[in-house]
């Protein structure tokens, strides 16, 4: 991936994967210091445009976001839309989820999100799937006690695999529904962009919670 690639020659020690350099390089942010209070921090994985950490950020203002997204030309759409908006409690990350643990201080995010993660059904492709248990380890060791996921998705199969992994990582999971819209949290969910594509082709959505008990 060309932004791991630069993040370690920047630093002139070449590593052999990202786990190495997750474990040999931190670059920790400091909340106070980027957001300037020590609000909670709740962090989007795989933002996209940005539509719904715009619209969480701002019904939200005494929470601060951490927006995600492997994408340059895509992340940028979003940084131009929270800058639009004068939203003070969004920052972005233009990295791979792979290398979170370089950026994200240990046990200092309240609740991930995972708005429609791509299932990548293809066996080979597991380990790229957000709830793979690769993932899973990192975010644990990014929630604090009790924090939580929330995932929504298109795919029942994705949906069927990560409730599976959830459990299997130690996750506790609730608040299960496979047809979000017409469910009772369907009043207090953010649209994203995606999730309207999705749905003006007649899919029901899947959403639930996993929350971390021990991490
Ligand atoms: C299907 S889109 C969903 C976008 C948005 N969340 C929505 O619901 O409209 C998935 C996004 O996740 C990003 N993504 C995929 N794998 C990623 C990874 N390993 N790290 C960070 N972002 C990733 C993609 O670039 C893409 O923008």
């Given at each position: 991936?060309?932004?791991c690639a630069?993040?370690l020659?920047?630093?002139g020690k070449?590593?052999?994967?990202?786990?190495e350099a997750?474990?040999?390089?931190?670059?920790?942010?400091?909340y106070?210091?980027i957001?300037?209070?020590?609000?909670p921090v709740?962090?989007?994985?795989?933002?996209g445009?940005?539509?719904f950490?715009l619209e969480?950020?701002?019904?939200?203002?005494?929470?601060?976001?951490?927006?995600?997204?492997?994408?340059?030309n895509?992340i940028?759409?979003?940084?131009?839309r929270?800058?639009?908006?004068?939203?003070p409690?969004?920052r972005?990350?233009?990295?791979p989820?792979?290398?979170?643990?370089?950026y994200?201080?240990e046990?200092?995010?309240?609740?991930?999100?995972?708005?429609?993660?791509?299932p990548?059904?293809?066996?080979?492709r597991e380990?790229q799937r957000l709830?793979?248990p690769r993932?899973?380890?990192?975010?644990k060791?990014?929630l604090?006690n009790?924090g939580?996921?929330e995932q929504k998705t298109?795919s029942?199969e994705?949906f069927?695999y990560?409730?599976?992994?959830?459990r299997a990582?130690?996750?506790?999971v609730g608040e299960?529904t496979r047809?979000?819209?017409?469910s009772?949290y369907a009043?207090a969910?953010?649209v994203?962009?995606y999730e309207?594509?999705f749905t003006?082709?007649g899919?029901?959505i899947?959403?639930c919670?996993?929350?971390?008990?021990?991490p």
């Amino acid at each position: 991936m060309e932004q791991c690639a630069a993040i370690l020659l920047a630093r002139g020690k070449p590593c052999k994967n990202l786990k190495e350099a997750a474990e040999n390089y931190r670059f920790l942010l400091d909340y106070g210091q980027i957001f300037g209070n020590d609000n909670p921090v709740e962090l989007e994985v795989g933002c996209g445009n940005g539509g719904f950490v715009l619209e969480k950020a701002g019904r939200e203002p005494q929470t601060n976001f951490l927006a995600v997204e492997l994408c340059t030309n895509v992340i940028l759409t979003a940084m131009e839309r929270v800058m639009a908006a004068n939203l003070p409690n969004v920052r972005f990350l233009n990295i791979p989820a792979e290398i979170l643990a370089c950026y994200i201080p240990e046990h200092s995010v309240r609740k991930i999100y995972l708005n429609f993660s791509t299932p990548l059904p293809e066996k080979s492709r597991e380990k790229q799937r957000l709830t793979s248990p690769r993932f899973l380890e990192i975010y644990k060791t990014l929630l604090k006690n009790g924090g939580v996921i929330e995932q929504k998705t298109d795919s029942a199969e994705f949906f069927d695999y990560s409730l599976s992994q959830y459990r299997a990582a130690g996750f506790a999971v609730g608040e299960i529904t496979r047809d979000l819209h017409n469910s009772e949290y369907a009043q207090a969910n953010i649209v994203t962009e995606y999730e309207a594509n999705f749905t003006s082709q007649g899919k029901p959505i899947c959403r639930c919670i996993a929350v971390l008990e021990q991490p």
